[in-house]
């Protein structure tokens, strides 16, 4: 962990994007965002990630549980819900359970909503691996896109920031070297050079909220 005198701490939560299956450390979006904000001139360390590969919304909530005490963090950043989706759950449901675990980032970043960013969940449905275990593509689409906006507008209602990377995962996916470089080597999980789009995105959002901590 790069650790940077008097650094601003951070804390990832998630699932398997937030973790980076198949990729090294350092490709992970998070660690590529505290590097970034590095270069920009923020001071801030390398994040603790809490994320598992499989992790849904409740697991998430169970694992902070066990982490206890988790203590306060100047930033908070959130991606979850893939794996709802994936097991069939309702938007309901997902909205219900996201709703506490946005209140619990809030709280983990000292009661500031400004210090949680939260990341849109991706479109794995345009993925080699959904295209071969013959899923309903757009029915994935459509179903995370009701994900996203239970989230988006949840963050809007807290006054926590809310980065849309799903089109990002649209954009780039097809055929070609271009994609396949997208992907991790199982055709379902994001390369580090996807990491890289996500972040760029959610770099001028992190670092507006950090600036005034800074």
């Keep these: ?6 650094s601003l701490s951070y804390l990832a939560l998630g699932d398997s994007y937030t973790i980076g299956e198949g990729v090294e450390a350092a490709g992970r979006w998070p660690m590529q965002l505290a590097a970034r904000l590095r270069d920009a001139g923020i001071a801030i360390a390398d994040p603790r990630i809490l994320a598992k590969t499989g992790w849904t919304t409740d697991e998430l909530a169970a694992a902070m549980d066990a982490a206890e005490p988790l203590g306060e963090w100047d930033f908070v ?6 794996n709802n989706q994936y097991r069939g759950r309702s938007v309901d449901d997902y909205a219900d359970e996201f709703h506490r675990l946005l209140r619990r980032a809030i709280a983990l970043a000292s009661g500031r909503a400004g210090g949680v960013l939260v990341l849109s ?4 449905g345009v993925t080699p691996f959904a295209f071969a275990s013959g899923r309903d593509c757009q029915a994935i ?3 995370l896109d009701d994900y996203n906006a239970a ?3 949840l963050c809007a209602k807290a006054g926590a ?5 799903s089109g990002i995962s649209r954009t780039e ?5 271009a994609a396949t470089a997208m992907l991790a080597d199982d055709g379902l999980h994001p390369s580090a050079a996807m990491y890289s789009r996500w972040t760029e995105a959610a770099l001028p959002v992190a670092a507006a909220l950090l600036t005034g901590i800074a």
């Design 173 to 177: 996916a097809g055929d070609g070297e």
């Design 77 to 82: 950043s959130l991606l979850i819900g893939v």
């Design 161 to 165: 920031a809310f980065v849309d990377i």
């Design 1 to 6: 962990m790069d650790i940077v005198p008097d």
């Design 141 to 143: 689409a459509r179903e």
């Design 151 to 153: 989230a988006r507008e």
């Design 121 to 124: 969940i991706p479109d794995w």
